[in-house]
């Protein structure tokens, strides 16, 4: 059971693949020995650099700019994730994002916010994960990998947020850059195909009000990181020690 | 006469089995540069995509040669748009050599950007 993991965990035996592809690259075409041959690069632009634990990826969501009743959030989650299919029991259609209303039964005070994964430092998913698939970026994005997921929904279970899905059908017409289908669980990626390109999540682009922040919560100089550092910010479940991505304001 | 029956049908099963199943037809209908050459690409292009997924999406690698997404983009039919079906340049060789496909449980089949973050169906 452990082999997968060892093997995807092993840095280095990844440093060595990574360094020769890099080599690769650089050289052209490579042949280390007979039978072994490198990748001959046709195209010429160099692979990125990958995530880096120096980015602390975070969210900082204003609940008092929040409306209830809007939900342009989840619907541009929905879009840019492919997130289209029709379900035959409602409960099992997949939620990366959902709006919740609360209201304060004493002051009768009410407000809505988006909840989503809160890509924690310490995240309850990747601890019971029984095959490794779920796991935590150096950048601190929390993904599912779908090559090794068998479906447990463990970490549905661990998820103090509710924030994992699990695909009950099959499905047709993903995104390219957003592979997703039935037997696996899935959640919120941050839109890592679109943060990778330099670009924003979609809720937070999508967002009317301009509710919700994202950016690295390690560079000082980041909006969020400042906007943290001058302003109250509460994680929700802070108690837990988790360590969370995801800040709210107002609640 | 009987030993010659024998042969004679020997003979003829050998041939069959020599024949075996038809050969797969393979189109490439986007001729241009591979990442490799075909003898290689057919040997390895496993490995090489089972190692770029692992670092793309474990570490953020992104825009390396070996893609799933580049091999649709010159292998996909030009009039079916898609790698997989009867004559999917994928599918193709995969039912020779029975093996099974299931990459396109979650991966889109098709061509072209015209699937990108649409979240509808074309």
């Known amino acids: 059971m452990s082999a997968p993991q060892n093997r995807i965990n092993n840095p280095s035996r990844r440093n060595f693949i990574a360094a020769t592809a890099v080599g690769a690259a650089s050289l052209g075409a490579v042949a280390l020995a007979p039978g072994l041959h490198l990748i001959e690069v046709s195209q010429a632009s160099a692979p990125s650099a990958g995530a880096s634990s120096k980015v602390r990826w975070g969210m900082l969501i204003d609940t008092t700019k929040c409306a209830s009743g809007c939900d342009e959030c989840v619907q541009a989650c929905n879009t840019e994730n492919g997130i289209n299919e029709t379900v035959q029991d409602a409960r099992q259609g997949s939620q990366w994002i959902r709006k919740i209303d609360l209201k304060d039964p004493q002051s009768g005070r009410q407000h809505s916010l988006p909840m989503m994964c809160q890509h924690c430092e310490k995240p309850p998913c990747v601890d019971v994960c029984p095959t490794g698939a779920s796991m935590k970026r150096a950048d601190g994005i929390v993904l599912v990998d779908r090559h090794i997921c068998i479906g447990c929904r463990y970490c549905m279970m661990a998820c103090p947020y509710k924030a994992r899905s699990f695909v009950h059908q099959p499905l047709t017409e993903q995104n390219p850059q957003v592979p997703r289908g039935m037997g696996c669980v899935e959640s919120c990626t941050f839109c890592v195909q679109r943060v990778d390109r330099g670009l924003k999540p979609a809720c937070v682009e999508a967002c009317p009000e301009g509710a919700m922040t994202f950016g690295d919560l390690n560079d000082p100089n980041s909006d969020i990181a400042r906007r943290l550092a001058n302003e109250a910010s509460t994680q929700v479940r802070a108690d837990l020690k988790l360590g969370l991505g995801v800040r709210y304001q107002g609640i | ?122």
């Not at chain 2, 006469?1 to 038809?22: F, N, R, Y």
């Not at chain 2, 999917?88 to 496909?101: D, E, I, P």
């Open chain 2, 1 to 122: 006469m009987k030993a010659v029956a024998l042969a004679l049908l020997l003979a003829l099963t050998s041939v069959l089995a020599l024949a075996g199943a038809p050969k797969p037809v393979i189109r490439i209908e986007n001729p241009g540069q591979c990442i490799a050459p075909a003898a290689e690409m057919r040997k390895n292009h496993m490995e090489m995509l089972k190692h770029q997924r692992d670092r793309t999406l474990r570490q953020g690698i992104r825009g390396e040669a070996a893609s799933l997404n580049e091999c649709i983009n010159c292998h996909a039919g030009k009039t079916s748009g898609t790698v997989t079906g009867q004559d999917g340049f994928c599918q193709q060789c995969h039912s020779y050599v029975a093996v099974k496909l299931d990459c396109w449980d979650c991966h889109q089949p098709k061509a072209g950007n015209q699937h990108a973050a649409t979240g509808v169906k074309p």
